[in-house]
């Protein structure tokens, strides 16, 4: 695997929910909140709690990994193994049986833009062949130029889109763009 030696990324456990979400609120809170009519509380206290993330640590169908540079956690990503019930299907994709989604890949701010992002990306390529999966795909808000410009650099294409109806969540960030990359073997 072609990770920079200052760069480590860790399986977790259920034991490590309070780190997680330390470090998912932190990396959330860096770059998410401007999305939001109450500044993301209502979606941190969703998805970012530790009991919450305990919940989604004992799924055997999900993997998450923190991402440590320089011996500091910097970042976490989840890693759904099966087609999770999601509403990409509302939007007229389906994923090939084969498919890995990469439902999360999160930095604290110091982290980006360091190639972080690239390698941690390899590191998913090489967890699907691992995994016997062929395409690895994720979803991107239409509006983060930036993300679907890593992205695309990174080898993948849109497949579909997708509309959130979070009513908390500002409407000009509803947009989202289904993205996927078929691994070479």
Not at 46 to 55: H, I, R
């Amino acid at each position: 695997m072609n990770i920079p030696v200052s760069l480590h990324i860790r399986p977790l456990t259920v034991a490590d929910a309070p780190l997680l979400a330390r470090v998912s609120l932190q990396a959330y809170r860096d770059h998410y909140l401007h999305l939001w009519h109450d500044r993301g509380a209502w979606y941190t206290q969703k998805c970012f709690t530790v009991e919450q993330l305990a919940t989604e640590l004992a799924d055997a169908s999900s993997r998450f990994f923190l991402i440590y540079a320089a011996e500091k956690p910097v970042g976490f990503l989840k890693l759904n193994l099966s087609e999770p019930a999601q509403s990409h299907v509302k939007a007229g994709y389906v994923p090939p049986a084969d498919a890995l989604e990469l439902e999360r890949i999160y930095f604290v701010r110091a982290a980006t833009g360091q190639g972080i992002g690239s390698a941690v990306l390899r590191f998913v390529d090489d967890f699907a062949r691992q995994n016997g999966k062929r395409t690895v795909w994720l979803k991107a808000m239409d509006s983060s130029t930036d993300a679907l410009q890593f992205y695309r650099k990174n080898g993948y294409r849109p497949v579909g889109t997708h509309r959130l109806d979070f009513s908390q969540m500002k409407e000009e960030y509803w947009g989202m763009v289904i993205l996927g990359k078929a691994l070479p073997e």
